[in-house]
């Protein structure tokens, strides 16, 4: 998927967290509110410990981004999401990689 996606766009960042039983229980909180085929995970470091990222979506630009972000029920608000560019996330897990 983040291969096939233009570098200028957008995801939002829901969750990043260094424990698989936290993602498993969070997938069933994402499920109620959002396409789950909107929803895609990758592998990074965090605070130099190996880390799951949640992103969800693919917007075209900040306004549609911004709109999305605001939109998200409560619950899928409790860990503060925010947007980040295709470009940024490729880069992270590049950096990440080396």
Do not use: C
């Amino acid at each position: 998927w983040l291969k096939q996606q233009d570098a200028t766009a957008y995801s939002i960042q829901l969750l990043g967290t260094n424990r698989p039983e936290l993602l498993r229980d969070y997938f069933k909180t994402i499920a109620k509110y959002v396409e789950i085929e909107k929803v895609y995970v990758y592998r990074t470091m965090a605070n130099q410990r190996p880390s799951l990222t949640v992103l969800y979506g693919n917007f075209v630009d900040l306004r549609e981004v911004s709109r999305a972000l605001q939109s998200l029920p409560e619950e899928l608000k409790t860990n503060r999401p925010y947007y980040r560019t295709i470009q940024g996330v490729r880069l992270e897990i590049a950096r990440h990689r080396s």
